[in-house]
Every structure is written in structure tokens, then in C-alpha cells.
């Protein structure tokens, strides 16, 4: 792991904002043009959802900002996960349709 990883896990205004702004937000899709938007929220987006348990310490001042904002770390985390997926910044493989919250048979408009 570089410093610039590590740092951005520092920064608690960027934190703070990402945080704010992602809990807001109504479905995958929004979430995706909110993190493409951004390259922290990108960054932020890939450590958070491929975090281990060595990780830990480093995501303790997110976990916090969370909890202040009244706001679920794993939720947080969940609702990355289709967004890392996205990106191509996930492990695993990717369910499109799940990504984008509508069943296998949904009509095209109903996707868009």
C-alpha cells in the first residue's frame, strides 16, 4: 500500500463529504455517476469494498465519520459493491442485472 492510499483514509473533510453525499443517493446508477466523478471517490471506493482486516485501522476514522452521520459502515460498503464491480475494481464475478436493480426479464426502459 502507498502513502497516497493511506493518506486519502486521512483526509476527514473528503471523508466526511463522501460519506454525506454517497447516503443521499437513490440507487445504483446515481451512485455510479457520483464515484466516476471523482478520482478520491474512486480510490475510496476500491479500498473500501476490497478492505481486509489488515485494513482495519486504516478505515477506524470512516467507521466514525459513519457513525456520526448515523449512517452503517457495511451499508456503506454494500452499496459500493456493485459500483466497484462497475469499475472493474471488485474481486468476483459481475450480475449486471443485480448491479442495476431490476430482475433478468426487466424491459428497456425499465433498465435505462
Given at each position: 500500500m502507498n502513502s497516497v492510499n493511506e493518506d486519502?483514509?486521512?483526509d476527514k473533510n473528503l471523508l466526511t463529504r463522501f460519506v454525506w453525499e454517497l447516503r443521499?443517493?437513490?440507487?445504483?446508477?446515481?451512485l455510479i455517476q457520483?464515484?466516476?466523478g471523482d478520482e478520491d471517490y474512486l480510490l475510496l471506493?476500491?479500498?473500501i469494498v476490497n478492505a481486509s482486516t489488515d485494513d482495519s485501522r486504516d478505515?477506524?476514522?470512516l467507521e466514525d465519520i459513519c457513525l456520526k452521520q448515523e449512517f452503517d459502515f457495511q451499508v456503506l460498503k454494500?452499496?459500493?459493491i456493485p459500483v466497484a464491480q462497475v469499475f472493474g475494481l471488485a474481486e468476483g464475478k459481475s450480475n449486471y442485472y443485480e448491479l442495476l436493480g431490476v430482475s433478468?426479464?426487466?424491459d428497456?426502459?425499465?433498465?435505462?
Open positions: 486519502i483514509f486521512k443521499l443517493l437513490p440507487d445504483t446508477p446515481a457520483f464515484v466516476a471506493c476500491s479500498r478505515l477506524q476514522l454494500e452499496k459500493l433478468r426479464d426487466a428497456p426502459d425499465e433498465i435505462k
